[in-house]
């Protein structure tokens, strides 16, 4: 089987890209109009910022538009709940409703899906690829959105979530699993533990494709899988409330933008696009009726990376992700933003100081908050912990220190990504 060559769309993804900017600003001038017709806050913001659907004839006219910040979609829900004025159709029509940290409630609408499709046919999957999908299904949109983009594939789904490395390590084995999704570090760990139970990966294992995403892939990280299981690993880049935003081809080099919304890299400070090359923040006009983002602020860094591709796909492509513009923080693949942390030290008024501290050790994430408290006990540690996961949706360690630097930082992110 050709996992290398081919393309799910042959006559769009090879259509030059000017063409595919016609037909994006199409698009886009029929989601403006249905947006100011439709929701609320939409018409609010163009209101005041002094512009109608008819100024946004094209891509080059979105700049006319503020950018809407993620963190800024909690504070605008938390307003006018559920969804602050951005749903743009009726409740009814809804066909699902997924909440992200913050909180964010993100509407899903008939018909309307997250586009992996296209990335991971790129990466390699082929229609009859048995796949694991270790991505939770628990209220985030991410196990859903895989699960519907394989299935679409023809690619049989075992919807295997996160954890059990030993059980992902035997429905591998006896149904001989061809494709995983999930995060990188963790099939290395599936891999690690396949050794512990004495099976190769390599040679036991007929794992063949891998796609990842939702957190960065340093070259060390993705060597180590490639070695342990001899397979092809392609990564892409989206949010819960976009969905697909860039893939890596067969090529590499760059992850090229999707053709199912308008990708802008802007300066974070005044929302304008910077020239091709630099770095900014990725934002993006999602093409969706039921809820409609226009020019929203996804808070990564990256840049448009100049040339073509051998692959014969014509969209441009981001040279991955370069950092973040903002205080939210991905950490084992979710979003810790200071607010959250805020919240839950608000029920422990023995504790005078926090901060959150991450760090990377084997290709696995940490994450330590260090707490300045009155009473220091295994039980007080035990309940912070526990508010942690239940807030955060992912394990904390407590640690006790006298005192904390002078800096206002609520979150410190140590990685590096060498």
Not at 17 to 38: F, M, N
Not at 40 to 61: F, L, N
Not at 107 to 124: D, I, N, R
Not at 202 to 210: F, S, Y
């Amino acid at each position: 089987m050709d996992r290398t060559t081919g393309f799910l769309n042959e006559e769009l993804e090879t259509q030059s890209w000017e063409a595919q900017q016609e037909a994006l600003s199409r698009r886009l001038r029929e989601t403006v109009a249905h947006a100011y017709e439709h929701a609320p806050y939409w018409r609010r913001i163009m209101d005041e910022a002094g512009v109608s659907p008819s100024d946004i004839q094209g891509v080059a006219d979105l700049p006319k538009l503020p950018v809407t910040p993620k963190a800024k979609l909690v504070e605008i829900q938390g307003a006018e709940p559920p969804f602050g004025g951005l749903l743009g159709m009726a409740v009814e029509r809804m066909q699902r409703v997924f909440r992200s940290p913050g909180p964010i409630y993100d509407p899903q609408g008939p018909g309307e899906g997250w586009g992996w499709e296209e990335a991971l046919f790129a990466a390699g999957f082929r229609s009859g690829d048995i796949s694991i999908n270790t991505f939770s299904y628990h209220m985030t949109p991410a196990g859903m959105m895989f699960d519907d983009a394989l299935r679409s594939l023809g690619c049989p789904v075992v919807p295997t979530g996160v954890g059990e490395r030993e059980t992902q390590v035997e429905i591998m084995q006896r149904l001989g699993v061809k494709g995983f999704v999930g995060m990188a570090s963790f099939l290395l760990q599936i891999g690690e533990k396949a050794k512990e139970l004495g099976v190769e990966p390599r040679r036991d294992l007929g794992l063949e494709v891998a796609f990842v995403t939702a957190e960065p892939l340093p070259d060390s990280l993705r060597s180590s899988v490639e070695e342990m299981f001899g397979l092809i690993l392609r990564q892409g880049y989206g949010t819960a409330d976009c969905g697909c935003i860039a893939y890596e081809c067969f090529h590499k080099g760059g992850m090229h933008v999707v053709n199912r919304a308008v990708v802008e890299i802007v300066d974070p400070t005044t929302g304008q696009p910077v020239p091709e090359g630099e770095t900014g923040e990725v934002v993006v006009t999602l093409f969706h009726k039921a809820y409609p983002l226009l020019r929203f602020g996804t808070g990564d860094l990256s840049a448009f990376q100049p040339g073509g591709c051998e692959c014969g796909r014509a969209t441009p492509k981001l040279k991955g992700w370069l950092g973040r513009a903002d205080q939210l923080v991905k950490v084992k693949g979710m979003f810790v933003h200071p607010g959250q942390l805020q919240a839950v030290f608000r029920e422990f008024p023995e504790v005078e100081g926090f901060r959150a501290v991450v760090s990377r050790e084997n290709n696995r994430d940490r994450l330590a908050v260090r707490v300045v408290s009155r009473e220091r006990s295994e039980g007080l540690a035990q309940k912070i912990a526990g508010r942690l996961r239940d807030v955060l949706r992912i394990g904390a360690e407590v640690e006790w220190v006298d005192r904390l630097p002078d800096d206002g930082k609520v979150i410190e992110d140590t990685r590096t990504w060498d």
